[in-house]
């Protein structure tokens, strides 16, 4: 079982540049996110998705964008790349309920220059 | 803003004693709470939940949650080597959106 597949696992971007960090899950979570966690930091939300053509800001969206056309797919989109993106970026997908456990991806390293 | 707080780090106890680590959280919505594990360049991965007030015990970790207070603690008995690691506190939210603390690094030395 694969869980939550995070493609690529390192990035070098050029300021200015964009690209399209993937995220796939197998798990059949309705529910998928993004964060972001800067070094010594923890993780804070970029957008979330509840499902399927449904998507939201968290506490951190600008600069990034989502689309969910699937239950399998929760991509997130970075558009003019600048050093404040440089970061980790952790997909996770979670099933509905109280007290469920959010699975994560492996991480995205990311780094802007 | 609503914010998780954790206790200042980096903690640092001798193998086989208890490491207390602390959280406070200011949402009073949040209903649930988590305590990630993550080792340096992996991803968190999920130790405990509670959500109700009171104790909860998984082998050698405890959790204890005061919604009063707004307070989330883990207690970690004879603390491991394997056990070094950051330690994340997160309040769940609506959706199941995660509020994560900055983090506490724990070190157990031998």
């Known amino acids: 079982n694969a869980g939550v597949t995070q493609t690529p696992k390192f990035r070098i971007l050029k300021i200015g540049q964009s690209m399209t960090l993937q995220c796939a899950q197998d798990?059949?979570?309705?529910?998928m996110y993004w964060y972001r966690q800067d070094p010594g930091m923890g993780l804070k939300l970029i957008y979330y998705s509840v499902g399927a053509g449904i998507t939201d800001k968290g506490e951190v969206p600008n600069g990034y964008n989502v689309s969910r056309s699937t239950t399998e797919d929760f991509p997130l989109r970075l558009e003019l790349a600048a050093p404040s993106q440089t970061s980790v970026y952790f997909c996770a997908s979670r099933a509905a309920g109280l007290g469920v456990e959010a699975f994560f991806g492996q991480g995205t390293r990311l780094t802007v220059v | 803003q609503k914010e998780v707080e954790q206790n200042s780090g980096p903690l640092s106890v001798p193998e086989g004693a208890i490491a207390s680590l602390n959280c406070t959280y200011s949402?009073?919505?949040?209903?649930?709470f988590f305590w990630y594990r993550q080792y340096s360049g992996k991803s968190p991965e999920l130790i405990m939940f509670i959500y109700s007030n009171g104790d909860k015990e998984d082998g050698r970790f405890t959790a204890q949650l005061n919604k009063a207070s707004q307070y989330v603690s883990l207690l970690i008995r004879d603390s491991q080597p394997s056990d070094s690691a950051t330690y994340l506190c997160?309040?769940?939210?609506?959706?199941?959106?995660?509020?994560f603390g900055q983090g506490t690094i724990l070190t157990v030395h031998p």
């Open positions: 949402d009073r919505g949040s209903q649930s």
């Open positions: 997160a309040g769940g939210t609506s959706y199941g959106k995660l509020t």
């Open positions: 798990m059949n979570h309705n529910y």
